[in-house]
């Protein structure tokens, strides 16, 4: 940053460089710098390119720390014939399932011999009820409970989500933060243990639910906070826009535009909370069950020497 800001001072004049200005430009072009270099790191083979949205590697380069590849990957759900060939052809061996027992009944997996599945609802109706409906006032609960029972309305929780919050994705991390450490406990230790690699971490769109797993994963490798709001904010939903939009308003949702959005600073702030009350990542983690020995196995397993990356492991 201090080289950018004698550049800019150069290019573009000192008296009309502030340094809260300079610094915004330095940040920008340092992001752009990462990204260039993300792409240089990537394969970009056309074996590598993924039939299933949003399905990436979580391992590469990310500023000082190397993860190897062919660990972890991340997506949205998989499904059909060639889906679960690409998955076999990438040798993944353990799909772990973040998605609601209602979004399993809808997308069923269609499981290949010899991989193992590890089902982790995020939001289940317990972390529902204890994340959501508890804290309610008491006039949404009784509109929601009428709403549920006589006119079966099924999107209880994305009523209750949009009405207590004016950013619904970040109540919703803050939720599973909160209320799904059985669950999260659940995932992180199968996600975690090096003898169930390789991995592959989903939820229907591959965003959120996988979105905050996978930061949890890179935040026990060492990953800095930057660089985590960056790998979240690369999901493309256009892929899967249509089929989603569909599934929301099949499930009684009739607005679910909030909750398709991709915004990096969701992650910032689910970022920011977990350190301002546990103070690190470490800790946030032994909080909901992975124990210090369960991280230090992970990274003795997955991180490299600054300037590596391998897919061997």
Known sequence: ??????????????????????????????????????MHSSTDTAEDVSPIPNFRDLGGRYGTVSLRTGCVYRSSAPHGASHMEF????GVATLIDLRSVDEVRANPLEIPEKVSVCRANLLSGRTRFRGLFLPAPISLKLKVLGNKLILRDRAATSHMVTTLAGDPLYLLNRIMIDH??????????????????????????????????????????????????????????????????????????????PFLACDPDVMHRVLTYIKERWGSMGEFLVSVGVTREDQERLRRAVCMPHGECSSTL
């Open 87 to 90: 998955l076999r052809q990438k």
């Open 1 to 38: 940053i201090a080289i950018t800001i004698t550049i800019t001072r150069l290019v573009v004049g000192r008296a009309l460089c502030s340094r809260a200005h300079i610094i915004g430009v330095s940040r920008g072009l340092v992001r752009a710098v990462r990204a260039v270099r993300a």
């Open 180 to 257: 799904a450490d059985k669950e999260l406990q659940k995932g992180l230790l199968t996600c975690f243990n090096p003898a169930n690699f390789p991995v592959l971490l989903f939820c229907s769109l591959g965003k959120d639910r996988t979105g905050l797993m996978s930061a949890l994963f890179l935040g026990a490798c060492g990953v800095d906070h930057d660089s985590i709001v960056e790998e979240y904010a690369h999901s493309d939903l256009s892929a899967l826009r249509d089929e989603s939009i569909r599934f929301m308003r099949s499930q009684g949702m009739s607005d679910p535009e």
